[in-house]
T-cell receptor
């Protein structure tokens, strides 16, 4: 069974631009969660989508948004990029979502904001 | 507020030298505690899920245990390939909260 895939793996943007990251979950998984990982803050929860609906949201500004498609693939968008948005963005998929079963992580997208 | 604290931050062991990693937590309504292993530049790899105090899980040289306030990841006779950052996460009523991790180095 193929694992969670994320594209692109690496991205370089400049301040003020916007970026879209993509995540394909494990086949059959309906939940996709997004996380930001930085050396200073560690892994922080962004949001969770289940069956195309946002089910849970972390404490991030509105510049961070996401969506999920009918095939469970998910995209995350960050608008008006700031230097502090440089991070590894991880997505995780699970069958039924947080609190219900295990999440499996993708390799991440390394975003660098210059 | 939900909190997860892992200790130590870093641990250096000789090959074969057993030790334990600690994850202490405060959470509203624990739904599950997870252990992950993360290698540099990669996403976390799932190791264990624990749901209730007293539960134990084992996999090769690793054993995870859970009490009402903390979890331990015991590493028995570690090998250099066990070197990685070990992350603990708790799933409560609010969201999934991760600890900062323990960076384990096993020297041959």
């Amino acid at each position: 069974k193929a694992g969670v895939t994320q594209t692109p793996r690496y991205l370089i943007k400049t301040r003020g631009q916007q970026v879209t990251l993509s995540c394909s979950p494990i086949s059959g998984h309906r939940s996709v969660s997004w996380y930001q990982q930085t050396p200073g803050q560690g892994l922080q929860f962004l949001f969770e989508y289940f069956s195309e609906t946002q089910r849970n949201k972390g404490n991030f500004p509105g510049r961070f948004s996401g969506r999920q498609f009918s095939n469970s693939r998910s995209e995350m968008n960050v608008s008006t990029l700031e230097l502090g948005d440089s991070a590894l963005y991880l997505c995780a998929s699970s069958l039924n979502g947080q609190g219900r079963d295990t999440q499996y992580f993708g390799p991440g997208t390394r975003l660098t904001v210059l | 507020e939900d909190q997860v604290t892992q200790s130590p931050e870093a641990l250096r062991l000789q090959e074969g030298e057993s030790s334990s990693l600690n994850c202490s937590y405060t959470v509203s309504g624990l739904r599950g505690l997870f252990w992950y292993r993360q290698d540099p530049g990669k996403g976390p790899e799932f190791l264990f899920t624990l749901y209730s105090a007293g539960e134990e899980k084992e996999k090769e040289r690793l054993k995870a245990t859970l009490t009402k306030k903390e979890s331990f990841l015991h590493i028995t006779a570690p090998k250099p390939e066990d070197s990685a950052t070990y992350l603990c996460a708790v799933d409560g009523l609010n969201d999934m909260r991760f600890g900062a991790g323990t960076r384990l180095t096993v020297k041959p």
